[in-house]
């Protein structure tokens, strides 16, 4: 099975800030590296997949980028909606996993 | 608009079973495949199965023999038996709407969740 190591685990940050998540898999996945984004209580929500594109109605602010096993999500310019849990998730044959999360929180 | 309704969770105990089920709306139900994904208390995302338009689906090795996808695409419902359930199956079990574009695949949208817990 193809592993998914994200980092860091947890983030403290402020709005306006950039900020960067890194995704690493275990075997090169090509460009089948997905990013959610999850507040608590509340369903994931897609924001960027096949590594580099955005969803539709997700703010711009939000980029992906990397191939086979490296991979980013980077956030421009913090806002307080973007406080939340984020997980990459690989989608390069079953089982799709996912990353552990990374918990964003105000600094 | 896109809907995912799941239902079915419950308070169940060891060695049990149950049937979670997932209405679907906003799209054409059967030209899509379907997931299910669930998440322990205060832990991260699990992939527990697939299944395509047609009815081909995949398991995750930790549920394969216990667990069961199916679909009624004449009921736009998606539904997951979960068979002989451990402690370690408690969590709130997503569905969710699969796209493929590009030969890049991705959850595209959820459902609200329906919770299992799994205790004597």
């Known amino acids: 099975d193809i592993q998914m190591a994200q980092s860091p685990s947890s983030l403290s940050a402020s709005v306006g800030d950039r900020v960067t998540i890194s995704c690493r898999s275990s075997?090169?996945?090509?460009?089948?590296l997905n990013w959610y984004q999850q507040k608590p209580g509340k369903a994931p929500k897609l924001l960027i997949y096949g590594a580099s594109n955005l969803e539709s109605g997700v703010p711009s602010r939000f980029s992906g980028s990397g191939s086979e096993t490296d991979f980013a999500l980077t956030i421009n310019g913090l806002q307080p909606d973007d406080f939340a849990t984020y997980f990459c998730q690989h989608t390069y044959g079953v089982p799709y996993t996912f990353g552990q999360g990374t918990n964003l929180e105000i600094k | 608009e896109v809907l995912l309704l799941e239902s079915g969770g419950a308070l169940v105990q060891p060695g049990g079973s149950l049937r979670l089920s997932c209405e679907v709306s906003?799209?054409?139900?059967?030209?899509?495949?379907m997931s299910w994904v669930r998440q322990a208390p205060g832990k991260g995302l699990q992939w527990i199965s697939s299944i395509s338009g047609g009815g081909t689906s995949y398991d995750a090795d930790s549920v394969k023999g216990r667990f069961a996808v199916s679909r009624d695409n004449s009921k736009n419902t998606l539904y997951l038996q979960l068979n002989s359930l451990r402690a370690e199956d408690t969590g709130v079990y997503y569905c969710?709407?699969?796209?493929?574009?590009?030969?890049?695949?991705?959850?595209?949208?959820w459902g609200q969740g329906t919770p299992v817990t799994v205790s004597s």
């Open positions: 969710a709407k699969d796209r493929v574009v590009g030969g890049l695949g991705y959850f595209e949208k």
């Open positions: 075997r090169h996945i090509n460009f089948s």
């Open positions: 906003g799209f054409t139900f059967s030209d899509y495949a």
